[in-house]
Each structure stands twice: as structure tokens, then as C-alpha cells.
């Protein structure tokens, strides 16, 4: 949300109404997916949270590697 601030206020990129209700919506379902894992995993819910963030990111960033290296090509 506040990179779409700054956007508008410096004008820079495009920013529109639809970037900030999926901020906003994203936000709204990252709290929901936190309760319920507290509520399931009371006591464990951070390392729970903490391992699947890592399996994530992870695999973003080995996701991000292939696409850039060229492995992975798309044709346009």
C-alpha cells in the first residue's frame, strides 16, 4: 500500500485503484491465513509460518533464477 502511495505522490509508474484493493485484500487474507494458523498450531504457529515462508521463498527465488538465466524461455 505504501508503494502505491509513493507512486502517486512522486508520480512515478502507474498506480491505480485496483493495485491498492489487491494491497489491501492481500493484507486482509495474510492476517486470516495467521489467525487460523495460531488457532490450529497454538503454540507452534511462528515456526510453522516461518518454515513454509522459507519453502517459499525458496523456490521463488530458484523460480526467478531459471526465468532470468534463460533456462525457462517464454516466446512472445
Known sequence: MLFEVLQFIFAIGASDITDFMGNTLGGIIGIGVFIVFCKLFS???NKVLNVLTS???????????LLTS???RFKF
Open 55 to 65: 519453502i517459499g521463498v525458496i523456490f521463488l527465488g530458484a523460480l526467478v533464477l
Open 43 to 45: 503454540t507452534k504457529a
Open 70 to 72: 534463460g533456462v525457462i
